[in-house]
Structure formats: C-alpha cells, structure tokens
C-alpha cells in the first residue's frame, strides 16, 4: 500500500524553526517527485514546494522561497521540509504528496504546525 | 485571491447532477495545462478525483466527470449522494508563476 506519512509539527514561536518529515513506503520513491501543500484553519490549499526525483529540480511558492527549504534523502524514503523564521500566518496543516506528471496523489495525514507566542 | 477561480459553495438534492467550475487564464489552464480536482472530506487529507482534466483514478465512481475548455475547466457530479458532500479543489500549474496553484475551493452541500 503506497503511504505518506509527516511528522514533525508542533507548537513554534514566531522567528523559530521547524523541520518537517515525511516518510514513503509501498513505491519506488526514489522514481517520483514529491511536494508540499499547506491549509491554514479554515481556509483553501496553498501548494509550497516541488522537488523531483534526484532532487534536480525545484520549485517554490514566492511568498515562501527564502525562509523554506525543501529536501530529500532517497536512501532514507524520506522528504523534508526544512521551515525558518516562522510566522503566526504560517499556521497550518502541512501535507506531503507524490507528484505524478502534476496531480498530487496520494496524500499524506497532515502534521499540525501551530505559530504562536 | 487565488490564481483559479472556483465558486464558493454549490448544493443539489441526492439524485441530482451539479457542476463546479474553475477558471484561470492564458498563463494555466489556458496554455494548455492539466487540471486535476481533489476531493476533500471535512477533517481528512485531500484526495485525487480527477486527473488530466478528465482521467478518473481507479476506485473513483463514473458519476465524478472532467472537462477543460479554453481557460476554464469543470468537475460534474452526477447522482448526488449525502457521502459527496465535502470540499472541492482545482489545481493546475502557473507559467508565471512557476509552480502549481490551486483553487480557492468549493464547498458542496447535498441538501
């Protein structure tokens, strides 16, 4: 069974840091591309980061290039987001999914970042 | 204000056929790039409906349909059931932007 599963979130003060997980299982992960999306409380998707398969190739949202990074470690089936000086509107839940010539499927759980003093 | 538009809420009673739209422009949908719609049930992850504008993945009933034309595409949904209700999600890539863009979501009510 293909699975994406993130972990990492938590409560964060405003300027801290966050680095986020997501591990993959059930497909070759090192043969697909691999993003990020976020949902604020109440609010729409908003997609964040693409990387490809070998890590050649990335893609960032503009409000966010900067202060986010994206990675990945084949060996470990794992992907990252790597989150800087955050902000009370970087509150969301932050997903991780397969990339596959655009759609995004499947879908992980979500992990829970809180921004908050 | 999101790159693809999507009304906010559309309803039909079960049984009924209803429609949402997405409209982008010359710089997405427009310029020949895929639309995929997700589904998303109130507390769960976003889940793939409609691929390529009009591939359904395995397991999603025939009731869900795609379309794309020019600078806008739909998602239909025929045969409304109570269990469709939930939120709905375009999503293309950007050109200018350079990267891929969703829509703002639209809420489906099944009365």
């Known amino acids: 069974e293909v699975q994406l599963v993130e972990s990492g979130g938590g409560l964060v003060q405003p300027g801290g840091s966050l680095r986020l997980s997501c591990a993959a299982s059930g497909f070759i992960f090192s043969d697909y591309a691999m993003s990020w999306v976020r949902q604020a409380p109440g609010k729409g998707l908003e997609w964040i980061s693409y990387i490809s398969s070998k890590s050649s190739t990335i893609y960032f949202a503009d409000s966010l290039r900067g202060r986010f990074t994206i990675s990945r470690d084949n060996a470990k089936n794992s992907l990252y987001l790597q989150m800087n000086s955050l902000r009370a509107d970087d509150t969301a839940v932050y997903y991780c999914?397969?990339?596959?010539?655009?759609?995004?499927?499947?879908w992980g759980q979500g992990t829970l970042v809180t921004v908050s003093s | 204000q999101s790159v693809l538009t999507q009304p906010p809420s559309v309803s039909g009673a079960p049984g009924q056929r209803v429609t949402i739209s997405c409209t982008g422009s010359s710089s997405n949908i427009g310029a020949g790039l895929d639309v995929h719609w997700y589904q998303q049930v109130s507390g769960k992850a976003p889940k793939l409906l409609i691929f390529?504008?009009?591939n359904r993945p395995s397991g999603v009933p025939d009731r869900f349909s795609g379309s794309k034309s020019g600078t806008s595409a739909s998602l239909a949904i025929s045969g409304l059931q109570a269990d469709d209700e939930a939120d709905y999600y375009c999503?293309?890539?950007?050109?200018?932007?350079?990267?891929?863009?969703f829509g703002g979501g639209t809420k489906l009510t099944v009365l």
């Open positions: 999503q293309s890539y950007d050109t200018s932007l350079g990267g891929s863009v």
């Open positions: 390529r504008n009009t």
């Open positions: 999914a397969r990339s596959d010539y655009g759609e995004l499927d499947p």
